[in-house]
């Protein structure tokens, strides 16, 4: 097992080197004078400030020692210190955020964060659970009742369900509210009393023996989890489904059950272990896909996450906001799959051996 993960752990520089290859060559596209404006946080007025700054960090230089630069800084001539470089955390300066993008995103992480454990971890195993009882009812009257929930789960988009569960449980009940905090909750979050471990409201409430804050971060995660866990449950339901149903008409199942074991130990033991290599794969992406940041769940519910800053980077074509965000999402994107990888050499040791 050890091998397995180190042999996947040699391909990550790989896959990262060539990430940044690509995000540098879209950043290429743009002139040396529409780079150099995203270098600065106001373009000069004054003649010749722009050829300046061009000169300054060097825009006009091969492709190869702008890349080189862009990864590990350039030397400042006035005082010889290496400024910028994305390995040294700088990813520019974010015009919609009006500050540099790594911090904006220090900022933003903790809510996606928040919100992809609560909805995603739900998500993946009421899924599973969902998806076996399907198949081990084929054809019944609860596989009817399930294909039917996550037909429609499957089909409804996002936005509609995010803005349907808004009118009927926010503007006509009025029982959960859109946001992270209500206003009096983030203003005890915000004052010296509180102590942010985390950065995440849930656990920074438990942590500082806070439960009405608890309380409240709850009541408004509430209709974005559900949102994010029903259209994912519909879709791991399906992919759990199909894969229980190839495996359990596989002839191995035939021998366990001649052996006089019981049918759900032969779920659970048997069937299940073996069809879960493809629920890993989609839950693992689906894992990723929340940790980078779910735009439409973020910008419907007003969450100020890492989606809702990147539609609005996009939006305001904020270009250096726009990499810096696809950067850090790549990075998470390399890191899910090793994970992934991992999780089949643990569930099918066969992987290990590959």
């Not at 990262?16 to 270098?39: D, H, K, N, Q």
């Not at 969902?130 to 009742?145: C, E, F, R």
Request: charged share 15%; aromatic share 10%.
């Amino acid at each position: 097992m050890l091998s397995y993960i180190i042999r996947r752990l040699f391909i990550m520089p790989v896959l990262l080197f060539g990430v940044t290859i690509l995000i540098f060559l879209m950043l290429s596209l743009l002139t040396p004078y529409e780079r150099a404006a995203l270098y600065v946080q106001d373009i000069p007025k004054r003649p010749g400030a722009m050829e300046s700054i061009i000169d300054k960090y060097g825009l006009n230089d091969p492709i190869h020692v702008q890349y080189w630069h862009w990864m590990v800084g350039r030397e400042d001539p006035t005082t010889g210190e290496i400024k910028g470089g994305i390995l040294r955390g700088d990813l520019g300066w974010s015009k919609v955020g009006a500050s540099s993008v790594t911090d904006v995103i220090r900022r933003r992480f903790p809510a996606t964060v928040e919100l992809a454990l609560w909805s995603g971890l739900p998500m993946i195993a009421i899924g599973i659970w969902l998806g076996v009882i399907s198949a081990v009812n084929h054809n019944k009257i609860p596989d009817q009742i399930l294909r039917v929930f996550s037909i429609i789960g499957w089909s409804i988009p996002t936005f509609v369900f995010g803005l349907l569960v808004l009118l009927i449980f926010y503007a006509r009940l009025g029982w959960f509210p859109p946001e992270r905090l209500s206003d009096w909750a983030l203003r005890i979050v915000q004052s010296g009393e509180f102590t942010r471990f985390t950065q995440l409201n849930t656990i920074d409430a438990l942590l500082n023996l806070r439960f009405d804050i608890f309380l409240d971060a709850m009541k408004h995660l509430i209709l974005p989890v559900v949102t994010l866990a029903y259209l994912g449950w519909a879709q791991i339901l399906r992919v759990t489904r199909s894969s229980m149903l190839d495996t359990l008409r596989q002839d191995y199942m035939t021998t366990a059950r001649s052996k006089g074991l019981a049918e759900r130990i032969v779920v659970r033991m048997h069937a299940l272990p073996n069809a879960l290599i493809p629920v890993v794969t989609i839950g693992g992406l689906t894992m990723i896909g929340l940790f980078n940041g779910v735009v439409i769940t973020e910008t419907v519910f007003n969450i100020p996450g890492m989606g809702s800053f990147l539609a609005d980077a996009a939006l305001s074509l904020d270009v250096i906001s726009v990499l810096g965000v696809t950067l850090f999402s790549s990075i998470i994107l390399v890191a899910g799959n090793l994970m992934v990888d991992v999780l089949y050499g643990i569930i099918d040791p066969r992987i290990r051996l590959q």
